[in-house]
């Protein structure tokens, strides 16, 4: 059974901290990997997408992949409270185009 | 781009009655389409892949009958709820991939089955 894993939280932060959300996954030949933002009662909004080892930037938000400890990161710089939210990790796992989601990490950014 | 509309986005049905859900890709074509079951709190599962022209791919568990998935064209997919009952309350949500953009969301359709 091919799984991924996240802390449920909920994870507070202060506002204007670095939030840091894992996740592990289990499926070693996987290769994609993607972490979306979910409000309550919205579907999931795509945030990143990171394919090879090291860290990816986008703004706000570094994705962080190491495939050798099948973990992967986000971190959210700067958090406003907007950024409170479930935030899922999905992987694509080997030789499938099926997303594997984790149950999501809830962060809560403290005004 | 990318844009993935789904209707409706909530639905309130008898419990014995049938709910149809719709998801299109509205500046894309999609082949593959997903079908995903949320429960609050938990995370998405897949429920079943729909592919252009063929019948559907459902996951382990997903009764295919009570579930109808329909995908008659590139931009089109849709989800019938058969003989819908209170345990079927929950929130469905489809996604499509477009090539090099991942997979798109779309907005979701809360069912409750009174």
């Known amino acids: 059974q091919k799984e991924v894993e996240q802390n449920s939280g909920p994870l507070s932060v202060p506002e204007g901290a670095i939030a840091s959300l894992n996740c592990t996954y289990s499926d070693r030949g996987s290769q994609s990997f993607f972490w979306y933002r979910q409000y309550s009662g919205k579907s999931p909004e795509l945030i990143m997408s990171?394919?090879?080892?090291g860290d990816k930037e986008d703004g706000r938000f570094t994705a962080q992949l190491n495939k050798a400890s099948q973990y992967v990161s986000l971190l959210i710089r700067d958090s406003q409270p907007s950024d409170s939210a479930t935030y899922l990790c999905a992987v694509l796992g080997s030789g499938t185009y099926k997303y594997i989601f984790g149950t999501g990490t809830r962060l809560k950014v403290l005004a | 781009g990318a844009v993935v509309s789904q209707h409706p986005s909530w639905v309130i049905c008898k419990s014995g009655t049938s709910v149809k859900i719709e998801c299109r890709s509205l500046d894309f074509q999609a082949t593959t389409m997903f079908w995903y079951r949320q429960f609050p709190k938990q995370s998405l599962m897949l429920m079943a892949t729909?592919?252009?022209?063929?019948?559907?791919?459902?996951e382990q568990g997903v009764e295919k009958d009570k579930f109808l998935i329909n995908h008659a064209s590139l931009t089109l997919s849709t989800l019938t709820v058969t003989s819908a009952h209170p345990e079927d309350s929950s929130f469905y949500i489809c996604?499509?991939?477009?090539?090099?953009?991942?997979?798109?969301f779309g907005s979701g359709t809360r069912l409750t089955v009174v």
């Open positions: 996604s499509a991939s477009r090539a090099g953009l991942g997979y798109t």
């Open positions: 729909s592919n252009e022209g063929s019948k559907a791919t459902y």
């Open positions: 990171i394919y090879s080892n």
